[in-house]
């Protein structure tokens, strides 16, 4: 009770949601982004939309139990190509059922009563880390994941660069890159080089073993000279997409997430190296620098797309 023995206020609060193909991330965000509590669920990627929408309903649920506050939107972030503006998702990998085409922010907006909103994992990772992570507050800044397969964003002047149908950024899925055939359809994509599972193909290819992404780190750390040749290749590729990016739009920052870049002793003198070689037409360095919220970078970034859509909070 306050002085006058009134109640104080309910603190306002955002929520982020990462739905992912095996665990889901669930934040509760006070105004200013902080994190004051959240939970993680298996996703029911099998039983279809509505039961991993209820799954991340029901996390968020036990959070606002356990921590009381006035939720103002609902942020989600989702694998697979959606529709932002219409808050469904698009396409969704065989993994998903029922996913492809669900009215994702309807069916919150019905449970909760707030705003929700829509991005791609991605972008909402960028956003996460523009706004409380490795690149807080850069006005421009290249994002990309380096896990399953390969993702990109962009931040262009303070604000995420879609482009007209959604898919700026998409740089694991440029072409130049040799001639294997990448999961999209295509070949020679960057994603054929760099993402978990091409770095391990690769290093099969090489040496006949299987080992993931994970153990090729370790062996390369052990002196490995087929792991070191297969992140080193990985790394030449990340740059020279870095350097591309760079020349088209005149960016000198990238921050990189995912589980691959968790090798990033690795990575970062490979990608330095290539970077320093060959500058980008500006002559502007480009620092690159590794992702800093970890797990919660997408739901962060879920949460802070709905604070600026809804209009940041400053007194509650």
Not at 124 to 147: D, H, I, Q, Y
């Amino acid at each position: 009770m306050t002085a006058s023995g009134s109640r104080p206020p309910t603190p306002a609060a955002y929520a982020g949601v990462d739905i992912g193909g095996t665990t889901t991330q669930v934040v509760l965000c006070a105004a200013d982004l902080t994190v004051v509590d959240s939970a993680e669920v298996p996703t029911p990627a099998a039983e279809g939309g509505r039961a991993m929408v209820r799954a991340a309903l029901a996390a968020l649920d036990l959070l606002r139990e356990r921590v009381p506050s006035r939720l103002l939107g609902v942020g989600v972030g989702a694998a697979g190509v959606v529709d932002s503006r219409a808050g469904r998702i698009l396409v969704a990998s065989d993994s998903f059922r029922s996913w492809a085409g669900f009215p994702v922010t309807a069916t919150v907006e019905d449970a909760l009563g707030v705003p929700a909103f829509l991005d791609n994992d991605v972008n909402a990772f960028l956003r996460g880390e523009v706004a409380k992570g490795a690149v807080a507050g850069e006005p421009s800044a290249l994002g990309m994941t380096l896990g399953t397969g390969v993702g990109g964003a962009l931040w262009l002047d303070g604000a995420l660069f879609e482009g007209a149908h959604g898919a700026a950024g998409e740089i694991g899925h440029l072409p130049g890159f040799g001639d294997l055939p990448c999961t999209c359809g295509g070949r020679g994509h960057l994603e054929t080089l760099a993402s978990g599972r091409s770095l391990a193909a690769r290093y099969a290819e090489r040496t006949g073993r299987s080992l993931t992404a994970r153990g090729i780190a370790e062996a390369a750390v052990d002196g490995d000279p087929d792991a070191l040749a297969v992140y080193e290749a990985a790394a030449a590729g990340v740059a020279r997409a870095i350097l591309i990016t760079a020349g088209l739009v005149d960016l000198t920052t990238c921050v990189i997430g995912g589980g691959v870049s968790r090798a990033w002793g690795l990575l970062e003198p490979s990608i330095g190296a290539v970077l320093a070689a060959e500058p980008p037409v500006s002559g502007q360095p480009i620092r690159v620098v590794r992702a800093r919220l970890g797990s919660r970078a997408v739901a962060i970034g879920a949460a802070s797309r709905a604070r600026t859509e809804l209009g940041a909070v400053t007194r509650v």
